[in-house]
T-cell receptor, first 113, second 110 residues
Framework: DAMVIQNPRYQVTQFGKPVTLSCSQTLNHNVMYWYQQKSSQAPKLLFHYYDKDFNNEADTPDNFQSRRPNTSFCFLDIRSPGLGDTAMYLC????????????FGQGTRLTVV | KNEVEQSPQNLTAQEGEFITINCSYSVGISALHWLQQHPGGGIVSLFMLSSGKKKHGRLIATINIQEKHSSLHITASHPRDSAVYICAVRPRNTGNQFYFGTGTSLTVIP
């Protein structure tokens, strides 16, 4: 059974129209991550939560926001998507702490038109 | 400069060949992950290593902490092994960050 579930798998949105991607986990992990992966590039960390503590990467655009209402769920909100935001968005979880394993969702492929 | 370098970037092999993908990193780490990403799909964690060697089916992963190097080997490769293989490291003392390599795109031809 999938342990990190992302919805939707595919999303097409119009330029400037807000979009929300969701991630849920059944692992009860402390840490949840959101990554952006553009074609042929390595995943790039946008932000992560350790429990309720939000950690934003310095170069994550303000256009990207996140919410974690409880341990199981984490959302990525893109307030005004641009064409350059077309990418795969990956959610991952880990227990946190030194050397713990990460588990990834299947990703949401977002296309901005 | 990327903290994690992988080689080769692209690899084409005939079915049945033994394949090696290499990963070098420049920071002290607490763990290294090998990940598999199929076209259009999400990422599956294959191995997490902090020392030595792990084996799962036809996949073997090794790590040399002193040399800051890891290898992923695939024995008796099969077309279903075609995917992008990504090396990711968890640096020591940087909280919950991961650094990723840019991946090795493997194509196994029948």
């Amino acid at each position: 059974d999938a342990m990190v579930i992302q919805n939707p798998r595919y999303q097409v949105t119009q330029f400037g129209k807000p979009v929300t991607l969701s991630c849920s986990q059944t692992l009860n992990h402390n840490v949840m991550y959101w990554y952006q992966q553009k074609s042929s590039q390595a995943p790039k960390l946008l932000f992560h939560y350790y429990d309720k503590d939000f950690n934003n990467e310095a170069d994550t655009p303000d256009n990207f926001q996140s919410r974690r209402p409880n341990t199981s769920f984490c959302f990525l909100d893109i307030r005004s998507p641009g064409l350059g935001d077309t990418a795969m968005y990956l959610c991952a979880t880990s227990r946190g702490g030194i050397g713990t394993e990460a588990f990834f969702g299947q990703g949401t492929r977002l296309t901005v038109v | 400069k990327n903290e994690v370098e992988q080689s080769p970037q692209n690899l084409t092999a005939q079915e049945g060949e033994f394949i090696t993908i290499n990963c070098s990193y420049s920071v002290g780490i607490s763990a290294l992950h090998w990940l598999q990403q199929h076209p259009g799909g999400g990422i599956v964690s294959l191995f997490m290593l902090s020392s030595g060697k792990k084996k799962h089916g036809r996949l073997i992963a090794t790590i040399n902490i002193q040399e800051k190097h890891s290898s992923l080997h695939i024995t008796a490769s099969h077309p279903r092994d075609s995917a992008v293989y990504i090396c990711a490291v968890r640096p020591r003392n940087t909280g919950n960050q991961f650094y990723f390599g840019t991946g090795t795109s493997l194509t196994v031809i029948p």
